[in-house]
């Protein structure tokens, strides 16, 4: 399958500070990149959705202003989680699809901790 | 109503069992589907397409039944390293992902 590199895989951060987590499609050019993020023993929940060069799309109840999403080519996509606090420290993982996919290829993850 | 509903268990088997999982959609337009296996505080991994000709890998066979919206994960012969979280997923046609919460095995000598 496809490559999608994730980076960092670990990051811990001190409250109201910010943090940018990548997403890279190595192989393929994502059009679509999706964020998710997952509590623990919860199943992963879709953030928002980031098409190439336009606005994200968020879900309901996930905040713009402190998830920024910027998918500036076909293979970065940037998740920055703005003044963070303790309650945002979670698993964050992206994943990718191209043009005619309907499969999705996932990044490793980011697990945040913030202290 | 969740999109994707599965069984959370957990299933608690010995080696060797036969062990089956289920899984239910609401979205008719939900396109592909998949079973990802994730391990403790790691990516979900994806384990197998599931088609509604049925597939078969190994000891794993998934079966899909769209006319009743659901889907199946069949494991067989079951080893200590199938202990995992398996999760169900439907995909639209533009690669957006809808889990379910996944259903916990455990598999025991």
């Known amino acids: 399958g496809a490559v999608v590199s994730q980076h960092p895989s670990r990051v811990i951060c001190k409250s109201g500070t910010s943090v940018k987590i990548e997403c890279r499609s190595l192989?393929?050019?994502?059009?679509?990149m999706f964020w998710y993020r997952q509590f623990p023993k919860k199943s992963l929940m879709l953030m928002a959705t980031?098409?190439?060069?336009?606005?994200?799309?968020?879900e309901q109840g996930v905040e713009k202003d402190k998830f920024l999403i910027n998918h500036a080519s076909l293979t970065l996509s940037t998740l920055t989680v703005t003044s963070a606090h303790p309650e945002d420290s979670s698993f964050y993982i992206c994943?990718?699809?191209?043009?005619?996919?309907?499969?999705?290829?996932f990044g490793q993850g980011t697990r945040l901790t913030v202290v | 109503r969740k999109e994707v509903e599965q069984d959370p268990g957990p299933f608690n088997v010995p080696e060797g069992a036969t062990v089956a999982f289920n899984c239910t959609y609401s979205?008719?337009?939900?396109?592909?589907f998949f079973w990802y296996r994730q391990d403790c505080r790691k990516e979900p991994k994806l384990l197998m397409s599931?088609?509604?000709s049925g597939n078969e890998d190994g000891r794993f066979t998934a079966q899909l039944n769209r006319a009743s919206q659901y889907i199946s994960l069949l494991i067989r012969d079951s080893k200590l390293s199938d202990s995992a979280t398996y999760l169900c997923?439907?995909?639209?046609?533009?690669?957006?992902?809808?889990f379910g919460d996944g259903t916990t095995l455990t598999v025991k000598p």
């Open positions: 994943s990718a699809s191209g043009m005619r996919d309907t499969e999705a290829f």
């Open positions: 192989d393929f050019q994502a059009t679509t």
């Open positions: 980031s098409n190439e060069g336009s606005k994200a799309t968020y």
């Open positions: 979205n008719s337009a939900s396109q592909s």
């Open positions: 599931v088609y509604s």
């Open positions: 997923v439907a995909n639209t046609n533009a690669g957006k992902s809808t």
